[in-house]
């Protein structure tokens, strides 16, 4: 794979991702454990949804920094900036003033945004250049407590989700089926992706 088919490859899954994100926090289901703080932020404080996630993801590189006695992962700051770029391009342009009511339709939201979601994130970390300051955070929190990573991660997506809740963000059912099934559509998309690699797609 060349570095620009990585580069595209990149892009179209943060893209999608974010269009996922996007879906999960119009359907107003509840959205996933950060992105109830990034939503909890923006009501609080206005700006963008996309520029408290960027300013969130951002401090925590080098917050893991710190955590884990290492130097920052600079790296990571491609995926912040590009989820920044994303959420806030469907989120202020394609879907601004979109609003979504009727039950039915907020169920078709939410699990698509799930499915997309799931997907572009197996699409993304294929060419493995970097990993998200989240992922980093469970990595440095399991070094610094000398605890497995699952567990931190359910500490750090707890520690999430309560801040979220401080702030009035989006915390519902939602939230807990996106941690249910966020796994299988990662799982499932990149079981697609290799099926699509041996029938020959080489972008993928």
């Given at each position: ?8 490859q990149?892009i ?10 996007s879906?999960?926090i ?5 959205a996933g ?7 909890g932020l923006?009501n609080k404080?206005g ?9 969130v ?7 893991n ?11 990571s ?10 959420i806030d391009?469907?989120?202020e342009l ?6 979504v ?6 169920i ?10 799931g ?12 990993s ?13 407590l000398?605890i ?6 359910i ?5 999430a989700l309560?801040?979220?809740?401080l ?15 966020l796994?299988?559509?990662i ?11 041996d029938k020959?797609l080489?972008?993928i």
């Amino acid at each position: 794979m060349t570095k620009y088919t990585t580069f595209i490859q990149i892009i179209a899954g943060y893209l999608i991702l974010t269009l996922g994100v996007s879906l999960i926090i119009l359907s107003n289901l509840g959205a996933g454990a950060w992105d109830t703080v990034y939503v909890g932020l923006f009501n609080k404080f206005g700006l963008t949804i996309g520029t408290w996630s960027f300013l969130v993801t951002a401090s925590l590189i080098f917050f893991n920094a710190i955590l884990s006695w290492e130097k920052p992962q600079f790296k990571s700051f491609i995926g912040t900036i590009l989820a920044s770029l994303g959420i806030d391009f469907w989120m202020e342009l394609v879907f601004s003033g979109f609003t979504v009511t009727h039950y039915p339709y907020q169920i078709l939201a939410f699990f698509t945004g799930i499915i997309l979601l799931g997907f572009g994130v197996s699409i993304y970390i294929r060419p493995q250049l970097f990993s998200g300051p989240i992922d980093g955070l469970m990595i440095a929190t399991a070094k610094r407590l000398n605890i497995s990573m699952k567990t931190a991660r359910i500490i750090n997506e707890f520690l999430a989700l309560a801040i979220g809740l401080l702030l009035g963000g989006p915390v519902g059912l939602g939230t807990l089926l996106v941690a249910i099934f966020l796994g299988y559509a990662i799982q499932y998309g990149t079981v697609l992706l290799n099926h699509l690699k041996d029938k020959g797609l080489k972008i993928i």
